[in-house]
Structures are given as C-alpha cells and as structure tokens.
C-alpha cells in the first residue's frame, strides 16, 4: 500500500511538472545499451543444457511453459525442457554468482542441433570480437591472418639456445593494425618438451648494476601452435602470436619466456626494437569460402 500511494505522489509531482514547464523530453534508450538475448530452442523430448562460466543463483522466467533447473551437483548447469508442446517463445533472465545479467529468447523446437551450449564460451567470443572491432579484424579473419602467418618465408634469426633446445623469431608481420610474431621451437633432445602459455613483456635494458628494470606485461590476443601445443622429442614446431601495433624504444625489450611444465627447461627470447621495425606486410590472406 505504501508503495502504491508513494508511485501515485510520484505520478502527480510529475503532471505537475509537465504542466508547468511543458512536455518532459524523454531521452530514447540507445541500442548499445540494450541487452542481447542469445536465441535458444527447447523440446519435449530433450534436454537443453547451458553451461555458465559461474554459480547460477537467480532465474526468471516469461511464462510456465519452459521448465528450468539449476544442476544440483554442478550449479554452473541451467536445465531447460518445454512444459507444453509449441508454446508461444518467450524470453528467460539468468542472473550468474559473478553478477551477470543473462538475456534469452526461448522457442521451442524438437531439434537437437543446438541442445547444449556454452555460454561461458559464447560470452568471450562476444568480448573478443567487441575488443577486435576497433582493429578492423573479426575472430574469424584473425585466425586466417594467424594461419598465414605460418606460410610466410622466414627473415628473422633471434635465437635462444639452452637445454638442447632452440627458441627462434623467425619473422614480425603487420595486418591491419595487428602484429603477428612467429617463432619457431627445435627439440634436440628425446624427451617431448610441454610448454606453460608463454609470458611476454616489456622491460628496460638495464642501465647499470643499481639501476632499476621496469617491467610491463603485454598480452596476445591471438596464440596459435601450428600442430598442438609443444615439441616432441627431435621434433620442431611453429607458434605465433598477435598484439595490436606497438613499437620498442632502444632503451627497451620485449622479453618472451618459454617455461617448460613440471620441468627446468625455460627458454628466453629478448627481441630489439630494430627488429620489430623490420616488420613485413602480411598480404596471403584468403577470403573466407561459404
């Protein structure tokens, strides 16, 4: 009750406000504010199954037709089966323990083609295709720049040499705003070589024995391994990875570590400034086929 007669002052303090200086001018909400909803299907005879990167702690649905349950013994699982056959799609909010706020449109359909999906893994798309938009390149057109890179003819010879292994730049390629780094990994010896995800960074060259190294850390936002992560034993592989445009002062070094998993064969790679300047056009990049 309460509620209501403070909405009806609220209502009244408003007319009389419109009157008293005209129309209110009511600012339309812009698209980019409005909240997505990922399509999703559910049947009578199947199980939908959505797979949330945390907890799932609230869910509210349009109407009673679509029937969801958080799995007890995996709380990051929403379960979703139609209570009627071809009811009317409705939307459906997933509020998830790292506060996010999830938006559904909810139809049915006895097709098991989409079935279970990951949102978890749908949410870091739409993250990295929003981060790439600036740069010009989609997830899709980074992945054949990132595999042509892997063609491209080898100038580059900065090696690290340690442990009968070899950790070589073997070129820098520029694309629209991106720089591709593609290195190759040498195995000399008969024991496979498992890599951690590699850290890069930028410090400076040390000036002298009390002077201090600034250290700044520099993430790729693309990572490949040409066949599977790591080298076999007398076996090579190629890795490359991508940074938005940036270049070194000669002060400065980009400082690449290979670390060996459950092991102590860590490589090291410093890379100049000159080097990067060095950077080749990467042009070999196919449309993509539909």
Not at 20 to 35: C, F, H, R, S, Y
Not at 62 to 76: D, R
């Amino acid at each position: 009750m309460k509620i209501r007669m403070a909405i009806m002052a609220f209502l009244c303090i408003l007319t009389v406000a419109q009157k008293a200086q005209g129309q209110v001018a009511i600012t339309p909400v812009p698209k980019e504010a409005v909240l997505p909803a990922y399509p999703v299907s559910v049947g009578w005879d199947h199980t939908t199954v959505l797979v949330f990167g945390s907890k799932v702690v609230s869910v509210d649905r349009g109407h009673g037709h679509v029937m969801a349950k958080v799995e007890a013994k995996a709380p990051n699982l929403l379960l979703l089966k139609a209570g009627q056959r071809s009811f009317r799609t409705t939307n459906l909010h997933v509020v998830t323990a790292d506060a996010r706020l999830y938006h559904f449109r909810v139809s049915y359909d006895e097709s098991l083609a989409r079935s279970s999906i990951n949102i978890a893994r749908q949410d870091l798309l739409f993250w990295e295709n929003l981060r790439l938009r600036g740069l010009g390149l989609g997830i899709d057109k980074l992945e054949r720049a990132g595999g042509a890179v892997m063609e491209e003819e080898a100038f580059l010879r900065r090696t690290s040499r340690d442990y009968r292994m070899k950790f070589r730049l073997e070129g820098i390629y520029q694309k629209e705003g991106l720089l591709f780094f593609r290195f190759r990994l040498d195995n000399r010896s008969r024991l496979a070589f498992d890599p951690e995800e590699p850290v890069f960074s930028i410090t400076d060259k040390k000036q002298s024995g009390h002077a201090s190294v600034r250290e700044q850390s520099l993430g790729p936002i693309f990572l490949k391994w040409k066949t599977g992560k790591g080298v076999q034993g007398h076996g090579h592989n190629l890795l490359v990875a991508g940074f938005p445009q940036f270049t070194l002062s000669d002060k400065k070094l980009l400082d690449i570590q290979l670390n060996e998993k459950n092991g102590d064969r860590n490589l090291r790679l410093k890379v100049r400034g000159r080097d990067i300047l060095k950077t080749r056009n990467l042009t070999d990049v196919q449309p993509e086929t539909r």
